[in-house]
């Protein structure tokens, strides 16, 4: 597939907007990806494979660009075109507005920014000081100078601001209140967000007039990589005095509905969840794990109405939380996620709401 036909894609699923048509056509990925990226694990060089490469980089897929350490665990990436597209529909840019991205990667984002409403209004914050270097020389190359500054972005750029819109280009939990002081009221703050139960979804908030909030719903299901200082850490714990029961609900409702799972995530934001193969268990059965670093669950998917299909650990009975979220959930006529919201303060009070933010979840 060519730029060109990629870009027609897009356009034909709605994900490209009309207004952004000519910047994505003009502004290939291919400028912005490093020469070594990570394909079904294993390293595809643009020196010795460029056929292979060129797929890939015209194709519609996350292209991880860079590990941690001797792991094969993805640091940074560049983003499915279709989400890239989907996420500069919402964020609505418009000329003259000033941009703060936080998340610079490869520059791709930043150069199709500087390319729609001119490098003088985005600035960039990249956390790893290597990729800001390579995305501001890759950005230079194409004739586009936006202000990349190798810094944490979580903190914003109080030199630059107040900015209309903010995006984020990795997965939060908790969205810091120095991004909605640097917001112009009314401006937008386009995040991805998600809790260790459920990563994720597109958040879209809109900064109050006194500036001491921002509100918005959810609007797209996606998931990314977790910004490094609010990756989930799954903690420790002792699984002791089992106590066994039937589950009330098929745990596979669980893992297979994304929707019923952010819900679940937004209700009980300090769960982490997994799927796992017990062969050591003398079901010898897939299970989901649930647990928040003291207390432990697991329901197993066969047999799950049996009468030692869950084991619960610790102080707080999980497996009876999730069963009463999901509950909620499908009572409530099984809301997909564009109809949850979130609400965020300065002090740092984040309300997840239902339909409207007066609608706060249990």
């Known amino acids: 597939m060519t730029w060109d036909r990629l870009t027609d894609a897009l356009r034909e699923s709605g994900a490209l907007s009309a207004d952004w048509e000519k910047t994505f056509r003009t502004t290939p990925r291919d400028l912005f990806t490093p020469n070594r990226i990570l394909s079904e694990g294993k390293w595809v060089d643009r020196t010795e494979q460029p056929d292979n490469w060129a797929e890939l ?12 350490d001797k792991t094969e665990t993805p640091s940074s990436s560049s983003s499915m075109p279709t989400v890239v597209a989907q996420m500069l529909r919402h964020l609505d840019v418009a000329e003259g507005m000033r941009v703060l991205e936080v998340g610079t990667g490869t520059g791709w984002t930043a150069g199709l920014l500087s390319r729609q409403i001119g490098a ?42 107040p900015f209309d819109r903010v995006h984020f280009t990795a997965a939060v939990q908790r969205l810091p209140s120095s991004i909605i002081e640097q917001t112009a009221p009314g401006g937008v703050i386009l995040v991805p967000y998600g809790t260790p139960f459920c990563n994720g979804a597109l958040l879209r908030l809109t900064v109050a007039e006194d500036g001491q909030s921002a509100s918005g719903p959810f609007v797209e299901d996606v998931s990314f990589m977790w910004v490094r200082d609010q990756h989930p850490d799954s903690g420790d714990f002792d699984i002791e005095d089992i106590r ?18 952010f819900a679940i995530g937004l209700r009980i934001p300090d769960l982490f969840r997994q799927n796992v193969w017990a062969g050591y268990d003398r079901f010898g059965t897939g299970r989901t794990e649930i647990w928040d670093g003291v207390s432990y669950a697991h329901c197993r998917f066969a047999d799950w109405d049996g009468q030692h299909a869950v084991s619960q650990s610790g102080p707080r009975n999980l497996w009876d939380e999730v069963t009463a979220a999901y509950d909620w959930w499908v009572r ?12 965020v303060t300065v002090s740092g009070e984040h309300r997840p709401w239902l339909d409207d933010p007066a609608n706060a979840l249990p």
């Open 57 to 68: 980089v015209t194709s519609d897929l996350a292209l991880v660009t860079q590990v941690y």
């Open 120 to 161: 003088d209004n985005v600035t960039s914050v990249e956390v790893d000081p290597d990729l800001a270097s390579q995305a501001r020389y890759r950005l230079y190359a194409a004739d586009l100078r936006p202000t990349v500054i190798a810094g944490d972005g979580t903190l914003g750029h109080p030199k630059g601001a």
């Open 244 to 261: 066994r029961s039937a589950s009330g609900i098929d745990p596979a409702d669980v893992a297979e509905q994304t929707h019923a799972a």
């Open 332 to 343: 409530n006529d099984k809301p997909g996620l564009t109809r949850l919201g979130m609400t």
